[in-house]
């Protein structure tokens, strides 16, 4: 289920607020004068979304050094596109 506060509970109600993130493993999102503002969630859930993404800019970067294949911009994009056209269409 969707945990939904107000900014000021932050303030007011933290140490209920870490709670509920630590013991439910799910973010709590905090919201300001009705509108979203900003998500909480714990360093393990935050590494959870994280780790892969770093892990594969370590990897292009190992494989830089190794190369002088540079691509440009534009064909990486495009690329990127064509993928997720592809999978949209499945």
Known sequence: MINIRPVSDLRNKFPEIEETVISSNS????????????????????SALTDDIERKLDEADSFSEKTSIRLLQSDIFDKVRSRINESQEL
């Open 27 to 46: 973010p709590v999102f905090l919201t300001k004068n009705g509108y979203g503002t900003m998500v909480l969630m714990s360093i393990e859930q935050y």
